[in-house]
C-alpha cells in the first residue's frame, strides 16, 4: 500500500471538504488506480468465454476492418 500524507482543507465550521496531496502521491494513485482497472478488464475477459486469437491473426483482422473503413 501506498503512503498517503493528506492535508485537509476545511470550511469555516470546521469540516473538511477537500484533500491536498502532493503530486508525487497523486500520481502513484493514478497508477495503481489504472493498474487495477487494467486488472478488473483482464479478470472480466477471461469470464466472458469469448473466442481468442493469436495476436498475429487479431492484428491481421484489425487491418482488414481498417482497410474496409479507409484507415
Known sequence: MTA???QYLTNTKGKKI???LPLKEFNTILEELEELEDIKLYDQSKN???PSFPKNI???MIEVERKKIGF
Do not use: F, K, Y
Open 58 to 60: 487479431a492484428m491481421e
Open 48 to 50: 466472458d468465454n469469448e
Open 4 to 6: 498517503i500524507h493528506p
Open 18 to 20: 477537500s484533500v491536498l
